[in-house]
């Protein structure tokens, strides 16, 4: 297996700090998505590359084992125990061989259990698949209802359920979808993360929705009924008399659903915006005038 620099592959040094590498992945994440390059290979390969990049150096134990054992890291359990049971001759090769070329490692490996890498009681280790991770975009509508998405994984397309009342940075796992074992190992998991897209109309806290809404003056001073778009449909909703600017309403049951909670949801807040007219008649200006009056 050739080496692969996973620092490279998203662009920091060896120094770069967990914030940092999370920064870059999701930087080049959001550019090499497949589903903003559907038909270029060389984007999804290279978007495959760097969630196996993340994977490593996200992981405080396996960034320490990569930076030491480089290439080989997933063997490093094993290399230690060869080592351990070698004696002191073994003991003293490892210690000293510091950060040097990994070859040295796996012709060691090979003289404790051969060639064909069979072990004493000539069986063969099995090594479980990497985890991938990869983060996936929905918009607010996407996120508000149950509904199956196809991905594409290493080339296999994998149909999954995205649950209702998905939150924004919510990751779940996909068991046996990451990269494959070694000699009849486990299949590593997929990890996805989701990012809800801000909407310009509602927003989203928690399973709460809050929307502004303009109201006419003489709605909000005589009252009456306006329509009010939700995410589920269209509702009516009455108008108080003398209704002030920023009044807030709550709608029961018409926010978002609870994650895994059929039937469930949040509430809807509407706040109020009332709006003065910006042109007026002769004849309403007078009205106004005479309103005025009888106020005072």
Known sequence: MEFVDYYKILGVNKQATPKEIKSA????ARTLHPDLNPNDKDANRKFQQINEANEVLSDPEKRKKYDRYGKDWQHAEEFQKAGQSSG???????QNAGDEDLGDFSDFFKSMFGETGRTQDSRQPKYRGRDLQAELHLELIDAYKTHQQ???VNGKAIRITIPAGIEDGQTIKIAGHGMPGTRGGPAGDLYITFIITLNPE???????????RDLDL??????????????SGEVKL???PLTQNGTRVRLKGKGFPLYKKEGEYGDLFITYQ???PTHLSERQKELFKELS???S
């Open 293 to 295: 009056s009888l106020s």
């Open 274 to 276: 009332v709006k003065l």
């Open 238 to 240: 009455k108008v108080s």
């Open 218 to 231: 003489y709605t909000a001073v005589l009252g009456g009924e306006i329509h009010i778009q939700t995410l």
């Open 25 to 28: 992945y999701r930087k080049l």
């Open 88 to 94: 002191h001759t073994a003991n003293s090769r490892w």
């Open 150 to 152: 196809t991905l594409t």
């Open 202 to 212: 509602f927003k989203r806290l928690n399973n709460d929705l809050y929307v502004s």
